[in-house]
């Protein structure tokens, strides 16, 4: 299996980067998944070219294949102004739409105190469910103060465990496919209404209207009480 990491992280060292790598061992060892990374920070120009050419340069091009191949994603991107960085959500707006449809994706992100936590859940998730992604339950948010703390190992134990088990999972699923002839559904029978009667031609008076002739309302009563 294939799992990529694509990491928003724009400085080296880059703790976005360093989340990415501890998901993604996490992750190798319970699934034995090649691992490649994707360092946005070097496909900037030429996600900026994408938008404005409508094509993607080699090494863009390059990354957007591994992604839509990849059978699990890890995602991690700074916080920022209490969203996901502009480079990160530039990467996604150039990918083929249908790329993650289905596809496991484990989201993370970084910031610099425990009050962007949430970040994952208002701005992240809704992304990759639109994208109709399956996104892992468990989200890894790292602040500053939560590296070599307790919590974070552990966060990011569940996470990579999930996102292995739906890997795991969505692989055997493709191995275990068979094509079964579906028995075509039995016809139901569709109630036929019964005819209603008329008053009898001599009886019926005719109104002319909005080009129509129509029987009165009050004839069509009359009809159905002398039954």
Same mark, same amino acid.
């Given at each position: 299996?294939?799992? &990529? ?9 880059? !703790? ?8 993604? +061992? ?8 090649? &691992? @490649? ?7 900037? &120009?030429?996600?900026?070219? +994408? ?53 496991? =994706? %484990?989201?993370? /992100? ?6 962007? !936590? ?17 996104? =892992?339950?468990?989200? *890894?948010?790292? /602040? !500053? ?11 990011? !134990? ?33 109630? &036929? ?7 009898? @031609? ?11 002739? *129509?029987?009165?309302?009050? @004839? @069509?009563?009359?009809? %159905?009480?002398?039954?």
């Amino acid at each position: 299996m294939k799992l &990529v990491v694509v990491s928003a992280g724009l400085s080296v060292p880059s !703790s976005t980067r360093l989340l990415g790598d501890r998901l993604a +061992n996490a992750t190798a060892e319970r699934t034995s998944a090649d &691992v @490649q990374v994707v360092e946005l920070r070097d496909l900037a &120009v030429e996600i900026a070219h +994408n938008f404005t050419t409508g094509f993607p340069g080699p090494a863009l091009g390059a990354a957007l294949e591994a992604v839509a191949s990849a059978d699990g994603l890890i995602v991690v991107t700074p916080v920022f102004s209490a969203s996901y960085s502009g480079l990160f959500k530039s990467f996604f707006d150039v990918l083929d739409p249908e790329a993650l449809a289905g596809k496991p =994706v %484990l989201i993370g /992100a970084t910031g610099g105190s425990a009050r962007h !936590s949430l970040v994952l859940e208002h701005a992240l998730r809704p992304l990759f469910a639109y994208l109709r992604a399956v996104v =892992v339950p468990t989200g *890894v948010y790292a /602040a !500053s103060e939560d590296w070599g703390a307790e919590g974070l190992v552990e966060r990011i !134990s569940r996470a990579a465990g999930e996102l292995a088990g739906l890997m795991s999972g969505l692989a055997a699923g493709r191995g275990a496919v068979t094509v079964s002839a579906t028995p075509a559904p039995e016809s139901v029978p569709v109630p &036929v209404p019964a005819p209603v009667s008329l008053p009898a @031609q001599g009886a019926v008076e005719l109104v002319r209207g909005g080009g129509f002739e *129509v029987v009165p309302f009050e @004839q @069509q009563l009359a009809a %159905l009480r002398s039954e």
